[in-house]
């Protein structure tokens, strides 16, 4: 098998061709370096993060409500929040990644972040959940008893769980694309493989759930919070561990600069330049491109050439004296498209946050509506909690990612296209919204005065099912499609943008209710989403975001039809002196 043999060849050479370099800085040697050993141990990683976060998270809703003594729809809009704030620490880890410390570091420092936050949060449930709530009683979360908390008490929780947040949400974005550097994507081989990490990836994510949202659920919902958060931190010491293990294998990119600073710098000379003319077709003596590169064992690099669009930017890049050196604020046409590349994809970004916040339902509203249902199974003796029907959306994510790869692809002629899965994504959320509305038009025809429904938990399955496949074709296919588009310095920032859009849906979502409560409680009514929902329309909030996800739709096909990609160029590193003033620039 080629991929196991020592001796380079031409098809295959020893030395990874895609720039990568080892721990010590030399070029990774094909075999000892990367592939699914690395792979592995960091969807392990990943399984055994994903476990801890949802310890927290899963639960946060019904936490607040019960020891916190909130409302349900002050709960649902501080966990979403919570949620919201965890995806936008993506954003700093992805600058901090790609710019600073580099991936390998920033998945380091964050996990032990993440860890720390941990270990505070178990401490701080453990003085005060024992002195505040009565446990006496062994029946299910809503029969606990909790003083309402002091303000010392909510400073500790607060500072503990937004700590977690920013542990978690820098991390994703650098072990997403740190993972994917451990495939050569110039082998045709290792690129099919690295294709496959990012729904692999997806899977570890969701079973790291399993357990959180089914036994650590059913413990946290009979009021065994500090044993479950002491568990979550067990598996996160685990988790640091793992990842420390693979250090001498992982394959590393060199820093390639501060991207903020690059594309500041392309805004910059854009508008001190706006009095020139931008040319319509970009030729050797219109635009300023620098290819000074050193003789590094031939590796492939990638070019970014010119585009059409965004025409203003490219101001930025005009040679005004051709004689002469470059003057240090003339960006290269490299920069001006790293730019081009992030604008492209701000609309298509921009699209899934509507998605993303049908998503956010199942933290918030979908377990509120779970509480107000029969959980009860008799015939098993079994009583399911409510933070337990995630399980059926981690069935529905592993399920379709496998059933895409290994049925649909081979079934179809032609591989759909990634932003054709994206918009199949919104079609599925849209279609899980409507089930959702009409499970609880059904709840509440059963329900009777005293805020019961005799409706079993098991009519949620479909809507937790639905959400999963779509996460697939959305979330799955978004962050594989960013991370292609944008250069390799960037390439973090394509993570955390997939991620930051969780982000964006779960303030968009914290808004949506607030604007319904206000909307909805004039007139001495009790609004949407009351404390009892017996007395509300929890189904009306569901067809508005249908609605919504469906309007997305529509301008999501707009924008796909006119997205147009980067135009890239591999070419071999020449040595210092090769220096063209049309050549590509430097990615």
Known sequence: ??????????????????????????????????????????????????FSMNCVGTNLVTFMAVVLRMDNAAAAKRADNWAGTTYVFSIIGALVSDSYWGRYKACTIFQIIFLAGLVELSIASHLFLDRSCDFRRHGSVQDQHCAPPTQAQSLIFYLSIYQIALGNGAYQPAI???????????????????????????????????????????????????????????AALVAVALFALGTPRYRHFLS????????????????????????????????YQDTTTTNDGGRQRKMLLHTPGYRCLDKAA?????????????????????????????????????????????????????????????????????????????????????????????????????????GTGLVISTAAMVTAGLVEQRRLAGADGEGSSSLSILWQIPQYVMIGAS????????????????????????SAMSVASMSAGNYAGSLLVTWVMDITTRGGQPGWIPQDLNKGHVDSF??????????????????????????????????????VPGGGAQS
Not at 4 to 18: G, N
Not at 26 to 46: E, T, V
Not at 364 to 387: D, H, N, T, Y
Not at 557 to 569: D, E, I, N
């Open 1 to 50: 098998m080629a991929g196991t043999s020592c001796t380079p060849t031409a098809e295959r050479p020893l030395q990874t061709r895609d720039g990568s370099v080892d721990w010590s800085g030399k070029p990774c040697l094909r075999d000892r370096s990367g592939g699914w050993i690395a792979g592995f141990l960091m969807l392990a990683n990943q399984a055994l993060v994903t």
């Open 176 to 234: 997403t694309t740190l993972g994917a550097d451990q495939f050569d994507e110039a082998d045709a081989n290792e690129s099919k493989s690295k294709s496959a990490f990012f729904g692999y990836l997806f899977v570890a994510n969701n079973l790291g759930g399993v357990l959180a949202v089914t036994l650590l659920a059913y413990m946290e919902d009979r009021g065994q919070w500090v044993l479950a958060f002491w568990i979550a931190t067990g």
């Open 256 to 287: 390639n600069g501060n991207a903020i600073i690059s594309v500041c710098q392309v805004i910059l000379a854009a508008i001190k330049n706006r009095h020139l003319k931008a040319p319509r077709q970009a030729a050797q003596a219109d635009l």
């Open 318 to 422: 005009v040679v005004v004296h051709q004689d002469d050196d470059p003057p240090a604020a003339l960006c290269t046409v490299t920069q001006v498209e790293e730019l081009k590349c992030i604008l492209r994809l701000a609309p298509i970004w921009l699209c899934s946050i509507l998605y993303s916040t049908a998503y956010a339902q199942m933290s918030s509203v979908f377990i509120e509506q779970a509480q107000a249902m029969g959980g009860s199974l008799p015939k098993l003796k079994l009583r399911i909690p409510a933070a337990a029907m995630n399980v059926f959306e981690i069935v529905g994510v592993t399920a379709f990612v496998f059933i895409y790869r290994f049925c649909i692809v081979k079934i179809t002629s032609s591989e759909p296209t990634e932003l054709q899965r994206m």
């Open 471 to 494: 996460e697939v074709f959305m979330y799955v296919t978004m962050t594989e499609f960013f991370n292609d588009q944008l250069p390799e310095g960037l390439r973090s920032l394509g």
């Open 542 to 579: 569901f067809f508005v975001i249908a609605a919504l996800n469906a309007i997305d739709l529509l301008a999501f096909v707009v924008f796909a039809k006119r997205y147009r990609p980067p135009l890239l160029l591999l070419i071999k590193e020449q040595p210092a002196d090769a220096a």
